[in-house]
């Protein structure tokens, strides 16, 4: 059986109420991160990471090339299907969908030393995915060897098309949409991924993670979740680019629509704004949710 996302997760919306409310919320948090952004102005625009807590960025909004998304969808009640891919299965920026892979690398690591995480690890984990925290990304992405860390961890969970950002700038790091449903297979298929390489992720590495994923801020529930009429457990991302004032618009995660459980990943790139961005990025994953159920 794959994983069913608990009725927990409907608490981290709790004040905002239905479709309505979950909007208000997302426009509520979209205005604080653009405040954000015009506070903090160009000299903090380097692409070191996502704007999530800090509003690293800039206003300006020059537009050089044209937005572009590509969605890849699985069937978890149908795990033998291949996901299913709209546009071009091609690297994008992470921003804070990242996040999720340093948490698996994280615990696959403790595995391996035989060992639980800290309650410090704990306390960077539940900020970094429930708040998207980037003080508590950066010290967990030096805690598991930056790059090189999460890729070696990559290669066990059957990721082979993410590169690790350098340096510091985990953000930058790239993907595509078919190794987020591979990494988001990790986390909510039954017993993770097989790989001869190494262990996987064990049950109450991947229950940790999926928790997590289920009490996002109510001002960041936005995303992959507009595709379910039920549960869902998400993450987010979103950087805007300080060469161009585009935005990067990402969301991963599990949904449930009808009787059927899915794993999504939307991916975005040259969005004019970060709400733009975002209203794409839920329709795409209302598109390839209800063409998964079509041919279902």
Do not use: C
């Amino acid at each position: 059986m794959s994983y069913r996302p608990n009725p927990r997760q409907t608490t981290s919306t709790a004040s905002t109420p239905g479709r309505r409310g979950r909007r208000a919320a997302l426009l509520t948090g979209a205005v604080s991160t653009l405040l954000a952004i015009a506070a903090v102005g160009p000299a903090a625009a380097a692409d070191t990471g996502t704007p999530a807590r800090s509003g690293t960025g800039t206003t300006q909004t020059t537009a050089t090339s044209e937005a572009r998304v590509t969605t890849a969808v699985l069937d978890l009640d149908h795990p033998a299907l291949k996901p299913q891919v709209r546009g071009k299965d091609v690297p994008y920026d992470t921003a804070s969908i990242i996040k999720v892979d340093i948490l698996a690398t994280l615990l696959l690591q403790a595995q391996d030393a035989g060992r639980g995480l800290t309650q410090q690890e704990r306390t960077w984990a539940t900020a970094m995915i429930e708040h998207s925290d980037n003080d508590a990304a950066n010290a967990l992405w030096r805690r598991i060897g930056q790059a090189p860390g999460l890729e070696a961890a990559n290669k066990r969970l059957g990721l082979s098309s993410t590169v690790g950002g350098a340096a510091g700038r985990w953000g930058l790091t790239q993907t595509t949409a078919t190794d987020q449903i591979r990494l988001l297979q990790a986390v909510f298929a039954e017993g993770g991924t097989s790989s001869a390489s190494g262990s996987v992720l064990t049950g109450t590495s991947q229950t940790y993670i999926r928790t997590l994923m289920t009490r996002i801020a109510a001002g960041q529930s936005w995303g992959v979740s507009a595709a379910s009429d039920a549960g869902w457990a998400l993450k987010n991302g979103w950087l805007q680019r300080s060469t161009t004032g585009l935005w990067d618009i990402n969301s991963v995660g599990e949904v449930t629509s009808g009787t059927h459980h899915y794993l999504v990943a939307v991916l975005s790139a040259g969005n004019a704004s970060m709400a733009g961005g975002i209203a794409a990025v839920e329709s795409a994953a209302r598109t390839a949710v209800s063409s998964a159920q079509a041919a279902g």
